[in-house]
């Protein structure tokens, strides 16, 4: 047995028992007859509450050269406070901070964990032990996935989805650092939103009543004169539309997870669940829902479930919404937009209209006032003339006279 010189000690040890049936340990008769019989091992004290000895004590190392370095790093552990397993592994730790996500998140978000889990970061990184995960092993990863062609975004999830992970260990002290904070590639920029102009977003309207008349023509209406969310849309359930009072009550939001399970949850932030005003065109389309839903029912019937969905009420899928907008906008040849683009055509027109940015950022239901600024700031062109102009006439006003004419004094003091 060796004592280490600072503290714990390295010995050898076997699993052999004696006729009571109890482990021989490191008082095997067998360790001082072969050099390959049992394993190296470390234990060290521990502080105790209680005032008894308390060790610990870790066995299975092939070398003394392997127990004194595992000593040494669980000696370290112990002085830092990391709570450090030799033998848990990039696989076995993901999967379990994978599942105390499970019920935190929102399920299009989990399962977009999920997958970078099981297909990108177990794979790539699964079988080295935490510990031994380095920022050369991402960045080489990295650079492995764009060689491939893959996308810089999935890329940049992907690490990101790491990053999230290895933060969670730093914080419960089983990595000291981590590995990922300067490995994971930059957020790539954003690409240009597309947005159609007013006349655009009239022509699409139009098209859709003329030639469908259908709710989803009324969906759009709804879109655009609001800038809800489509998820926002496809859960907005009746009890929540106050048609005398012009106002709508945002609940509910119904998303697609894994482009197959429908879930009807809440909606993006706190800020989201709010009353959203109602224009009269608006007004006029949820009245045509009101009026086609009501003929389905029997008289004096409340009005109950989804404003938008099939005949037997079931919900309508979010992926139906898109195909229907392209399909209806290439017919009158539109710029080719998404869902959410809705939502940021009603914010450029409310913003080009000159409506204060204060009151965009209210009807749009952010957070934040800078959440507003930082998406639709590059459409203020006004905002910023407005300002440079008070600026201009701020100092004009703080000037003293003009230089005096010819022959008069002046009020200016002379140059030093």
């Not at 650092?177 to 159609?196: F, K, L």
Request: glycine share 6%; charged share 25%.
């Amino acid at each position: 047995m060796t004592a280490h010189p600072d503290r714990g000690r390295i010995y050898r040890r076997c699993g052999c028992r004696d006729t009571g049936g109890k482990q021989f340990g490191a008082r095997c008769p067998s360790l001082n007859r072969s050099t390959r019989h049992g394993s190296w091992a470390y234990a060290f004290d521990v502080p105790s509450t209680d005032g008894r000895r308390r060790q610990r004590c870790r066995s299975g190392f092939r070398t003394r050269g392997a127990a004194h370095e595992a000593l040494e790093r669980a000696l370290e552990c112990e002085r830092t406070g990391l709570d450090l397993e030799d033998d848990l592994t990039v696989a076995r730790y993901l999967a379990g901070w994978l599942r105390t996500k499970e019920d935190v998140l929102k399920p299009t978000t989990y399962a977009r964990y999920r997958d970078h889990v099981h297909n990108d970061l177990i794979p790539a990184f699964g079988r080295l032990k935490l510990s031994d995960l380095r920022e050369r092993h991402i960045t080489a990863w990295n650079e492995a996935e764009l060689a491939r062609g893959r996308g810089r975004t999935s890329v940049y999830r992907a690490g990101a989805t790491l990053s999230s992970a290895l933060n969670t260990a730093v914080r419960t002290r089983r990595l000291a650092d981590n590995p990922a904070r300067y490995a994971v590639m930059p957020r790539p920029a954003a690409p240009e939103r597309i947005c159609w102009t007013p006349s655009q977003a009239a022509a699409f309207l139009r098209h859709n009543h003329d030639a469908y008349g259908d709710q989803l023509a009324d969906a759009f209406e709804v879109l655009l004169g609001t800038g809800l969310r489509r998820g926002e849309l496809l859960g907005l359930h009746w009890p929540e539309v106050h048609l005398a009072e012009q106002m709508l009550l945002v609940r509910w939001n119904l998303t697609a997870v894994d482009n197959n399970h429908l879930h009807l949850g809440h909606p993006k932030t706190k800020a989201s669940r709010n009353w959203v005003s109602l224009s009269a065109r608006v007004t006029a389309a949820l009245k045509r829902r009101t009026a086609a839903a009501r003929a389905l029912l029997p008289e004096d019937a409340p009005l109950e479930g989804l404003v938008f969905c099939h005949p037997d009420g079931a919900p309508l899928r979010p992926q139906q919404l898109l195909v229907t907008l392209r399909r209806r906008s290439e017919e009158i040849g539109l710029p080719r937009i998404g869902v959410h683009d809705l939502r940021h055509t009603a914010a450029s027109i409310m913003i080009s209209s000159e409506v204060p940015l204060a009151v965009v950022s209210k009807t749009l239901r952010h957070s934040t006032l800078s959440t507003t600024v930082n998406i639709y700031g590059r459409l203020l062109p006004h905002a910023a003339r407005d300002a440079v102009t008070a600026l201009c006439q701020a100092l004009d006003d703080a000037s003293p006279p003009s230089a005096a004419p010819d022959g008069e004094a002046s009020d200016l003091p002379d140059a030093a």
